[in-house]
């Protein structure tokens, strides 16, 4: 009993200094609102503060810290759609290929910024919930958003839509068995059991990012 209210305490205290960081940071943001002085920094604080203590950083010089702030802060970009403009996004466009015989493929066209209106075109596979995408795009029920990740010498397609479900149909019950992961530094591991709780599949996935580091968190979110 000692054990467990030494446990709860420790978690109230935690707690509330959670709400009180949390209450700060709101209270900052509404005085930026109100002063219409925002802060904004594109290419993450920690790299930005970094041209104070060059040696600790590994920079040699203010200049080569400039180079590889403004290659964090560019290196991704954000298109913003809505289901009433051409192909959901008035920027970037992706056009399903029916008749490439697989339908995760994609063209791509991405207006530059331009007077004379210039596009860039390419190509591009989603091997995840490629049909709904394609789908959304040709009956355009929703706009489509997307963001363009460079990661060294790769360049990556995030595309973002909301699609209807109909909730009544998923149901998440044990008696329907369970799904449990296992984090582990490079891969993750999945096991499924049924409604009994025996183990019914395995299935191994390998991360190519390790550690806890950002590209890491997002490999895993994806």
């Known amino acids: 009993a000692l054990r467990y209210y030494r446990r709860q305490k420790e978690k109230i205290f935690y707690t509330g200094q959670k ?3 949390l209450k700060q940071k709101q209270a900052n943001l509404l ?21 104070h203590n060059l ?4 920079l040699t010089s203010h200049k080569v810290w400039l180079e590889h702030f403004r290659e964090q802060r560019d290196n991704r970009s954000l298109y913003i759609g809505a289901k009433d403009e051409f192909r959901c996004n008035q920027i970037l466009q992706l056009t399903p290929m029916v008749h490439s015989g697989k339908g995760n493929r994609f063209v ?17 596979i989603f091997k ?9 795009i040709v009956q355009k029920s929703h706009g489509v958003s997307y963001r363009i990740v460079f990661r060294g010498s790769k360049c990556y397609l995030q595309a973002m839509v909301t699609f209807d479900i109909d909730t009544d149909s998923y149901r998440t019950r044990k008696t329907y068995g369970t799904i449990g992961l296992d984090y582990n530094d490079g891969f ?35």
């Open 55 to 58: 040696e600790n950083n590994n």
């Open 188 to 222: 993750i591991e999945l096991a499924e059991t049924n409604e009994t709780g025996n183990l019914v599949g395995l299935k191994h996935y390998d991360l190519h990012y390790h550690g806890m580091g950002n590209r890491a968190k997002s490999e895993i979110r994806e």
């Open 31 to 51: 005085k930026e609102l109100q002063s219409k002085d925002l802060h904004l920094c594109f290419g993450s604080k920690k790299l930005f503060y970094a041209q």
């Open 19 to 21: 709400i009180n960081r």
């Open 128 to 136: 995840y919930m490629s049909s709904l995408l394609a789908k959304t």
């Open 108 to 124: 791509i066209q991405l207006r530059k910024n331009t007077k004379a209106r210039e596009y860039v075109y390419g190509a591009c």
